[in-house]
């Protein structure tokens, strides 16, 4: 029972043993409000275990996988869940699906890891008996794809969604456009795509998500309890949106389209009216496209955009996201531009103080953290990495683990921070292998600090419950970094 990642709040192993054993006459009783739930649950463990597994809301006694709605205690919140294993049963109990969607995920991994086989495998298909009493230290547990730098297909982030989910996840931020590509498709804008979509670093054909497309991404994340934050980074990082309408451009001159992986270099006009008809359009149909609460408005690294502009762009744009019933996020530069309490800043530097991010808690803004010298997940692990970039430093799985957001950031306490990110930027990483060799083992240790309580922070225990993963991975079909800091299988 103590090998879940995250490490749940609590964790009581039944002291007389036994187990409970999945069988062909396992029905999984989903009670009204949990039948989506018991879907997903079944379909994860049909293709190994061969099981019908049939969904019902009908009550049984034995030999039931039972997911429960109501009836808990108050401590466990919106995403919380107890779930209580012997040898009749198994019962999941929540106050909401997130929080039965939890659940699933510690039972999958106190299943053995050939239930992760897609294929039939041999059982027994055993959880062990005991009680687990859990829900998360943070609201926010984020991952990042930039599906900008290289464009990633529908289906490789779907991969990527269903191997976040399995460590609690809970927020999929997507950075839709940069310098070198354009993501996402805007109906009264359409040549940011077709020609602003059209390529990606190094040069390759790129590639975008047509809103149908989209659509079906932001429901599938929803379907395992992960909310899609869609990220169109501006002033700068807008290369891609500049070559596609020479008239955003300050001189009324197109820029080619850029493929190389310099940052900072682009600005939109911040002076011309139609910027301003630009972005309104844009975030009036992301924000039609998103049933999260948060727009991502970017403003990192606007190396050509004075401070003054900066500040004028934003104080136009800040309440435009308002206007649209959702609320900004931004990386932390955007303090800049004083955004309203409710803004979510995310901090990516590499110290532990920032006057920008102090002034912000001061004012009462709440802070996500992702520090790129901790939570990037595209820095390399050392000198020898094939993949990634070292501008942050390497990154081993110890020092992606070593850090408590609570007390991270000078002036910034545990009640102002909203969670964690692991942001992975794709200027080297072409393909879900290279996603998940960068990923794998360091998005567990990120997940585990946004969600275990700091009492279970521990390095021993961390390194062991992350080697016994591993088994699950390869039958995942993931590719990981096989890190000398880890004993393997
Ligand atoms: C960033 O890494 N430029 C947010």
Same mark, same amino acid.
């Given at each position: 029972?103590?090998?879940?990642? =995250?490490? =749940? ?37 049909? =293709? ?286 955007? *303090? ?30 709440? *802070? ?44 910034? =306490? ?76």
């Amino acid at each position: 029972m103590n090998q879940v990642i =995250p490490a =749940p709040v609590s964790v009581a192993p039944d002291r007389n043993g036994g187990e409970f054993r999945l069988t062909s006459q396992t029905v999984i009783q989903a009670e009204r409000g949990a039948q989506r739930v018991g879907e997903y649950l079944a379909g994860l463990l049909r =293709p190994a275990t061969g099981y019908r597994l049939p969904v019902t809301g009908d009550r049984r006694s034995d030999g039931t996988i039972s997911l429960a709605l109501g009836r808990v205690d108050a401590q466990l919140g919106d995403e919380g869940y107890e779930l209580e294993a012997d040898r009749r049963g198994v019962e999941i109990k929540a106050r909401t699906a997130a929080g039965l969607l939890n659940g699933v995920q510690s039972l999958r991994q106190l299943l053995p890891a050939q239930v992760e086989s897609r294929s039939l495998a041999r059982g027994p298909w055993t959880v062990p008996a005991g009680r687990i009493v859990d829900y998360p230290r943070f609201a926010h547990r984020g991952a990042m794809l930039d599906v900008a730098r290289h464009f990633f297909a529908p289906d490789e982030v779907k991969r990527y969604i269903d191997q976040i989910s399995l460590y609690k996840i809970n927020e999929l931020h997507l950075h839709l456009a940069d310098d070198q590509g354009w993501r996402i498709e805007i109906k009264s804008w359409p040549r940011l795509t077709t020609y602003g979509g059209s390529t990606e670093v190094g040069g390759g054909p790129g590639g975008y998500y047509t809103q149908e497309q989209y659509r079906d991404l932001v429901s599938y994340a929803a379907a395992r309890g992960i909310a899609v934050i869609p990220e169109i980074d501006m002033p700068g990082h807008t290369n891609a949106a500049l070559a596609s309408y020479a008239e955003l451009n300050c001189d009324g001159v197109a820029p080619p389209l850029y493929t190389g992986t310099d940052v900072g270099f682009s600005s939109l006009c911040i002076d011309k009216e139609i910027t301003y008809r630009f972005v309104g359009d844009v975030l009036r149909e992301l924000a039609a496209l998103t049933p999260g609460e948060y727009l991502h408005i970017g403003g990192d690294e606007a190396h050509v955009t004075t401070e003054p502009d900066y500040i004028k762009f934003f104080q136009r744009v800040l309440p435009m996201v308002e206007a649209l019933g959702k609320k900004v996020s931004g990386w932390h530069e955007l *303090i800049k531009a004083t955004p309203a309490v409710s803004a979510l800043p995310q901090y990516w530097g590499t110290t532990n103080s920032n006057a920008l991010v102090t002034d912000a808690v001061a004012r009462g803004n709440k *802070i996500l953290l992702s520090p790129a010298n901790k939570s990037y997940l595209d820095m390399k692990y050392d000198e020898n990495t094939p993949l990634g970039l070292s501008w942050a430093g390497f990154i081993e799985v110890d020092d992606a683990y070593g850090w408590d957001p609570g007390t991270y950031l000078q002036g910034v =306490p545990e009640s102002s921070v909203a969670g964690v990110e692991a942001p992975l930027w794709s200027e080297t990483l072409e393909n879900s292998d290279h996603i998940e060799f960068m990923a794998f083992p360091r998005l567990p240790a990120i997940a585990e600090l946004g969600w275990s309580p700091w009492s279970t922070h521990d390095w021993a225990s961390f390194r062991s419950r992350l080697a016994a993963q591993a088994p699950r991975w390869t039958e995942l079909g993931i590719d990981f970094y096989r890190s000398p800091q880890i004993d393997w299988p």
